[in-house]
Protein backbone atom coordinates (compact mmCIF):
# COMPACT_ATOMS: atom_id res chain seq x y z
CA UNK A 1 0.00 0.00 0.00
CA UNK A 2 1.37 3.48 -0.82
CA UNK A 3 0.18 6.89 0.35
CA UNK A 4 0.16 9.68 -1.88
CA UNK A 5 1.14 12.81 -0.06
CA UNK A 6 0.89 15.40 -2.71
CA UNK A 7 -1.93 15.10 -4.86
CA UNK A 8 -4.12 18.21 -6.53
CA UNK A 9 -6.95 15.70 -6.99
CA UNK A 10 -9.75 18.08 -7.30
CA UNK A 11 -7.37 20.00 -10.26
CA UNK A 12 -9.70 20.46 -13.39
CA UNK A 13 -7.13 18.12 -15.50
CA UNK A 14 -9.15 15.29 -13.67
CA UNK A 15 -12.81 16.80 -14.47
CA UNK A 16 -13.39 14.40 -17.49
CA UNK A 17 -11.81 11.00 -16.21
CA UNK A 18 -12.10 11.20 -12.25
CA UNK A 19 -13.61 7.86 -12.03
CA UNK A 20 -11.14 6.20 -13.81
CA UNK A 21 -8.02 8.06 -12.38
CA UNK A 22 -9.34 7.05 -8.97
CA UNK A 23 -9.81 3.22 -9.88
CA UNK A 24 -6.29 3.41 -11.32
CA UNK A 25 -5.37 4.70 -8.09
CA UNK A 26 -6.96 2.41 -5.89
CA UNK A 27 -5.69 -0.86 -8.43
CA UNK A 28 -2.02 0.44 -7.93
CA UNK A 29 -2.61 0.03 -3.97
CA UNK A 30 -2.65 4.17 -3.52
CA UNK A 31 -4.65 3.76 0.20
CA UNK A 32 -4.77 7.43 0.60
CA UNK A 33 -3.82 10.96 -0.86
CA UNK A 34 -2.95 13.84 0.72
CA UNK A 35 -4.43 17.22 -1.08
CA UNK A 36 -2.55 20.79 -0.24
CA UNK A 37 -4.75 23.78 -0.86
CA UNK A 38 -2.96 26.29 -2.76
CA UNK A 39 -5.68 29.25 -2.26
CA UNK A 40 -9.22 30.55 -2.14
CA UNK A 41 -9.90 29.80 -5.88
CA UNK A 42 -9.80 26.42 -5.42
CA UNK A 43 -10.86 26.05 -2.23
CA UNK A 44 -14.15 24.75 -3.09
CA UNK A 45 -13.07 21.78 -5.00
CA UNK A 46 -10.89 20.53 -2.91
CA UNK A 47 -13.23 20.47 -0.49
CA UNK A 48 -15.61 18.85 -2.87
CA UNK A 49 -13.39 15.79 -3.68
CA UNK A 50 -12.13 15.65 0.26
CA UNK A 51 -16.47 15.29 1.12
CA UNK A 52 -16.87 12.76 -1.43
CA UNK A 53 -14.11 10.91 -0.39
CA UNK A 54 -13.58 11.27 3.35
CA UNK A 55 -11.72 7.87 3.52
CA UNK A 56 -9.35 8.65 1.01
CA UNK A 57 -8.63 12.48 0.00
CA UNK A 58 -7.42 14.37 3.01
CA UNK A 59 -7.71 18.43 3.01
CA UNK A 60 -4.98 20.56 3.63
CA UNK A 61 -5.61 24.35 3.70
CA UNK A 62 -2.75 27.06 3.37
CA UNK A 63 -1.30 29.88 0.72
CA UNK A 64 1.38 28.94 -1.91
CA UNK A 65 3.83 31.76 -2.18
CA UNK A 66 3.01 31.55 -5.62
CA UNK A 67 -0.07 32.94 -5.51
CA UNK A 68 1.08 35.59 -3.17
CA UNK A 69 0.55 38.91 -4.46
CA UNK A 70 -1.01 42.33 -4.09
CA UNK A 71 -3.83 40.84 -2.26
CA UNK A 72 -2.14 38.36 0.10
CA UNK A 73 -3.09 39.85 3.20
CA UNK A 74 -6.82 38.82 1.86
CA UNK A 75 -5.46 35.33 1.17
CA UNK A 76 -4.36 34.93 4.53
CA UNK A 77 -6.94 35.95 6.53
CA UNK A 78 -9.03 33.02 4.52
CA UNK A 79 -6.57 30.44 5.90
CA UNK A 80 -6.87 32.25 9.42
CA UNK A 81 -10.50 32.27 8.86
CA UNK A 82 -11.20 29.03 8.12
CA UNK A 83 -8.82 27.05 10.02
CA UNK A 84 -11.31 25.73 12.31
CA UNK A 85 -14.29 24.82 10.30
CA UNK A 86 -13.41 21.46 9.61
CA UNK A 87 -10.56 18.70 10.23
CA UNK A 88 -7.43 20.05 8.05
CA UNK A 89 -4.59 17.56 7.76
CA UNK A 90 -1.72 19.89 6.96
CA UNK A 91 -1.05 23.66 6.69
CA UNK A 92 -0.18 23.68 3.47
CA UNK A 93 0.83 24.07 0.15
CA UNK A 94 2.81 27.41 1.72
CA UNK A 95 7.10 28.18 1.68
CA UNK A 96 9.33 29.98 -0.66
CA UNK A 97 9.34 30.38 -4.69
CA UNK A 98 12.05 32.63 -5.97
CA UNK A 99 11.50 30.80 -9.78
CA UNK A 100 7.92 32.54 -11.07
CA UNK A 101 8.57 35.86 -9.65
CA UNK A 102 10.26 37.43 -6.46
CA UNK A 103 8.36 40.65 -6.49
CA UNK A 104 6.61 39.69 -3.37
CA UNK A 105 9.05 37.92 -1.80
CA UNK A 106 8.79 40.16 1.10
CA UNK A 107 5.54 39.23 1.87
CA UNK A 108 6.38 35.43 1.10
CA UNK A 109 8.43 35.55 4.01
CA UNK A 110 5.73 36.78 6.04
CA UNK A 111 3.23 35.07 5.02
CA UNK A 112 5.25 31.71 5.16
CA UNK A 113 6.33 32.45 8.95
CA UNK A 114 2.67 33.56 10.08
CA UNK A 115 1.40 29.58 8.67
CA UNK A 116 4.09 28.10 10.02
CA UNK A 117 3.09 29.87 14.00
CA UNK A 118 0.01 29.01 12.65
CA UNK A 119 0.45 25.37 12.08
CA UNK A 120 2.20 24.86 15.10
CA UNK A 121 -0.36 26.11 17.18
CA UNK A 122 -3.21 23.82 15.43
CA UNK A 123 -0.76 20.86 16.02
CA UNK A 124 -0.86 20.34 12.66
CA UNK A 125 1.85 19.80 10.00
CA UNK A 126 3.50 22.13 7.31
CA UNK A 127 3.91 20.58 3.26
CA UNK A 128 6.74 23.38 2.52
CA UNK A 129 7.04 24.47 -1.54
CA UNK A 130 10.66 25.93 -1.61
CA UNK A 131 11.89 26.56 -4.81
CA UNK A 132 15.32 29.20 -5.81
CA UNK A 133 14.68 30.65 -2.14
CA UNK A 134 16.83 28.23 0.20
CA UNK A 135 18.96 30.51 1.68
CA UNK A 136 16.16 32.93 2.52
CA UNK A 137 14.05 29.66 4.16
CA UNK A 138 17.14 28.94 6.73
CA UNK A 139 16.71 32.56 7.67
CA UNK A 140 12.93 32.14 8.18
CA UNK A 141 13.66 29.05 9.93
CA UNK A 142 16.61 30.67 11.81
CA UNK A 143 13.77 33.40 12.86
CA UNK A 144 11.32 30.77 14.25
CA UNK A 145 14.03 29.09 16.72
CA UNK A 146 11.60 28.21 19.43
CA UNK A 147 8.74 27.32 17.44
CA UNK A 148 8.36 24.03 17.68
CA UNK A 149 6.67 22.28 14.18
CA UNK A 150 6.65 19.39 11.87
CA UNK A 151 6.41 18.95 7.91
CA UNK A 152 7.59 17.65 4.81
CA UNK A 153 9.47 19.64 2.42
CA UNK A 154 7.65 18.79 -0.92
CA UNK A 155 9.34 17.23 -4.04
CA UNK A 156 12.65 17.49 -2.48
CA UNK A 157 15.67 17.63 -4.82
CA UNK A 158 18.25 18.68 -2.65
CA UNK A 159 21.60 17.67 -1.23
CA UNK A 160 22.41 15.42 1.56
CA UNK A 161 24.06 18.66 3.12
CA UNK A 162 20.91 20.28 2.61
CA UNK A 163 18.32 17.73 3.81
CA UNK A 164 21.05 16.95 7.30
CA UNK A 165 20.66 20.88 7.67
CA UNK A 166 17.10 20.74 7.31
CA UNK A 167 16.68 18.13 10.30
CA UNK A 168 18.38 20.61 13.04
CA UNK A 169 15.53 22.73 12.57
CA UNK A 170 12.68 21.24 12.57
CA UNK A 171 11.32 17.21 12.03
CA UNK A 172 11.17 17.13 8.32
CA UNK A 173 10.23 14.34 6.16
CA UNK A 174 11.40 14.42 2.66
CA UNK A 175 8.77 14.41 -0.63
CA UNK A 176 9.82 12.48 -3.17
CA UNK A 177 8.28 11.86 -6.78
CA UNK A 178 8.45 11.89 -10.06
CA UNK A 179 11.79 13.70 -10.36
CA UNK A 180 13.44 11.48 -9.34
CA UNK A 181 13.01 9.35 -12.06
CA UNK A 182 14.12 11.73 -14.23
CA UNK A 183 17.41 11.00 -16.06
CA UNK A 184 20.51 12.66 -14.08
CA UNK A 185 18.23 13.65 -10.85
CA UNK A 186 20.56 15.11 -8.36
CA UNK A 187 18.34 13.93 -5.58
CA UNK A 188 18.86 10.37 -6.20
CA UNK A 189 22.66 10.57 -4.80
CA UNK A 190 21.10 12.41 -2.13
CA UNK A 191 18.84 9.69 -1.12
CA UNK A 192 21.56 6.99 -1.13
CA UNK A 193 22.46 8.23 2.51
CA UNK A 194 19.18 9.56 3.68
CA UNK A 195 17.45 7.74 5.72
CA UNK A 196 14.36 5.87 4.57
CA UNK A 197 12.47 7.06 8.17
CA UNK A 198 12.66 10.63 6.73
CA UNK A 199 11.32 9.83 3.33
CA UNK A 200 7.71 10.11 1.59
CA UNK A 201 6.52 9.68 -1.30
CA UNK A 202 4.10 11.80 -3.61
CA UNK A 203 3.10 12.82 -7.04
CA UNK A 204 1.82 16.36 -7.41
CA UNK A 205 -0.40 15.66 -9.85
CA UNK A 206 -1.29 16.71 -12.15
CA UNK A 207 2.34 17.92 -12.57
CA UNK A 208 6.20 16.26 -12.16
CA UNK A 209 5.11 12.93 -14.12
CA UNK A 210 7.66 10.11 -13.61
CA UNK A 211 9.31 8.41 -16.53
CA UNK A 212 7.97 6.37 -18.28
CA UNK A 213 5.06 8.92 -18.46
CA UNK A 214 6.89 11.57 -18.06
CA UNK A 215 5.46 14.61 -21.03
CA UNK A 216 2.02 13.46 -20.16
CA UNK A 217 -0.23 14.36 -17.07
CA UNK A 218 0.60 12.58 -13.32
CA UNK A 219 -2.03 10.52 -11.42
CA UNK A 220 -1.81 9.67 -8.06
CA UNK A 221 -1.40 5.84 -9.32
CA UNK A 222 2.08 6.37 -10.57
CA UNK A 223 3.07 7.57 -7.03
CA UNK A 224 4.51 3.52 -7.50
CA UNK A 225 7.10 4.75 -10.05
CA UNK A 226 8.58 7.05 -7.60
CA UNK A 227 8.54 4.40 -4.85
CA UNK A 228 9.95 1.99 -7.31
CA UNK A 229 13.22 3.94 -8.04
CA UNK A 230 13.31 5.03 -4.14
CA UNK A 231 13.83 1.18 -3.91
CA UNK A 232 16.57 0.89 -6.96
CA UNK A 233 18.49 3.69 -5.38
CA UNK A 234 19.05 2.22 -1.96
CA UNK A 235 18.50 -1.82 -3.02
CA UNK A 236 15.74 -2.31 -0.56
CA UNK A 237 12.33 -4.65 -2.16
CA UNK A 238 9.86 -2.31 -3.11
CA UNK A 239 7.49 -3.85 -0.21
CA UNK A 240 9.86 -2.38 2.55
CA UNK A 241 9.94 0.95 1.06
CA UNK A 242 5.97 1.19 0.42
CA UNK A 243 5.71 -0.14 4.19
CA UNK A 244 8.15 2.73 5.63
CA UNK A 245 6.80 5.22 3.21
CA UNK A 246 3.24 4.79 3.96
CA UNK A 247 3.87 4.43 7.96
CA UNK A 248 5.44 7.88 7.93
CA UNK A 249 2.46 9.50 5.97
CA UNK A 250 0.62 8.39 8.37
CA UNK A 251 2.32 9.39 11.24
CA UNK A 252 3.16 13.04 9.72
CA UNK A 253 -0.14 13.73 8.82
CA UNK A 254 -2.10 11.91 11.89
CA UNK A 255 -3.70 9.54 8.62
Not at 3 to 22: G, K, M, Q, S
Not at 182 to 211: F, I, R
Request: charged share 25%.
Amino acid sequence: MLIDTHCHLYDEAFRDDFEAVLARAREAGVEACVMPGIDRSCHDALLSVADALPDFAFPCIGLHPTSVGADWEEELAFVKAHLADRRWYAVGEIGLDGYWSKDFLKEQIRVLEEQIVLAADAGLPVIIHLREATEDFFRVLEDLRGVVFRGVMHAYSGSYETYRRLLAYADFKFGIGGVVTYKNAGVASALEKMSLDDVVVETDCPWLTPVPFRGRRNEPSYVRFAAGKIAQIKDLPLDSVAAATTENARRLFKL
